[in-house]
């Protein structure tokens, strides 16, 4: 059975940082992209950051500069570091696993989720 499990939100001051961690199990994503994803109460889900199979990384502009992800595949586990936190980054996030090895930050392309967790950002 396929899990992916976050960890790592929390609440903050604005401008504080943050590391999540998507920790995977039954499933090796090694040749495939993962990506984060976020939804704040009344919008709908958007791609914040994905990485391929071969590292490159995609970015909302949003959080370009702001926000790194990374990945170790020897550890099946995928990581986002937000940095310089805004109020507007407060959201539930969510890890996904994609059907897809290129960096993509596109729903359809994710077979995998997690339950999320919370990210709130105080100004």
């Known amino acids: 059975q396929v899990q992916l499990v976050e960890s790592g939100g929390g609440s903050v001051q604005a401008g504080g940082s943050l590391r999540l961690t998507c920790l995977v199990s039954g499933y090796s994503p090694v040749n495939y992209c993962m990506g984060w994803f976020r939804q704040a109460p009344g919008k709908e889900r958007e791609g914040v950051a994905a990485?391929?199979?071969?590292?490159?990384?995609d970015y909302a502009d949003s959080v370009k500069g702001r926000f790194t992800i990374s990945r170790d595949n020897a550890k099946n586990s995928l990581y986002l570091q937000l940095n310089t936190l805004r109020p507007e980054d407060t959201a539930m996030y969510y890890c996904?696993?994609?059907?897809?090895?290129?960096?993509?930050?596109?729903?359809?392309?994710?077979?995998?989720w997690g339950r999320g967790t919370q990210v709130t950002v105080a100004s």
């Open positions: 990485i391929g199979s071969d590292g490159t990384a």
């Open positions: 996904g696993a994609a059907r897809v090895h290129y960096a993509s930050r596109f729903m359809a392309d994710y077979a995998y």
